[in-house]
């Protein structure tokens, strides 16, 4: 899904640029819908990184802490991750469900658009649970640590 609204923003803009540029007719849809492509293709991707726990960190500290404080570390930053989720779900439903009018040019509901902040919080929160139970699991000494 990622993938396909990277290629499908790419064509819109490149598409755009020359209509703009060479024929002096830009497409009045073509930003808009890049916009848009953009931010979905920023949530999804939030969601592949948290899945293969590929966000970026900076553990210098943490890797020359002790094995378990690292655990409880990790712990704590899951609990966070999860919190955090929790209130993206809760207020971009709010913000989705509020969002009733068309966009501008290409006339979809706002909804379809913001949509995206719950989905992706929500499939980061089921993510988040897996890795908090892994790392449960290892802090108590039946699991493998990160």
């Known amino acids: 899904m990622a993938g396909t609204f990277t290629v499908l ?3 819109a803009t490149l598409t755009n640029v020359v209509a703009r540029y060479g024929f002096n007719s830009p ?9 848009y ?4 293709l920023v949530f ?17 500290i943490v890797t ?7 655990l409880f570390l990790h712990l704590l930053a899951d609990v966070a991750s999860l919190a ?8 971009g439903w709010i913000l989705a469900s509020s969002a009733t009018h068309p966009t501008s040019t290409l006339n979809v509901p706002t909804y ?17 649970l897996k890795d908090f ?8 000494g039946r699991g493998v640590e990160r």
């Open 9 to 11: 923003m790419s064509v």
């Open 27 to 35: 497409i009045p849809w073509a930003e808009e819908f890049s916009r």
């Open 37 to 40: 492509a953009f931010i979905w």
């Open 44 to 60: 999804i991707g939030a969601v592949i990184c948290t899945k293969h726990r590929r966000h970026i960190c900076i553990d210098a």
């Open 64 to 70: 020359i802490l002790p094995r378990r404080t690292r």
């Open 84 to 91: 955090l989720m929790l209130i993206m779900i809760y207020y």
């Open 112 to 128: 379809f658009v913001y949509m995206v902040v719950p989905l992706s919080a929500l499939l980061i929160l089921l993510h988040s």
């Open 133 to 140: 139970w892994r790392n449960l699991r290892a802090a108590f």
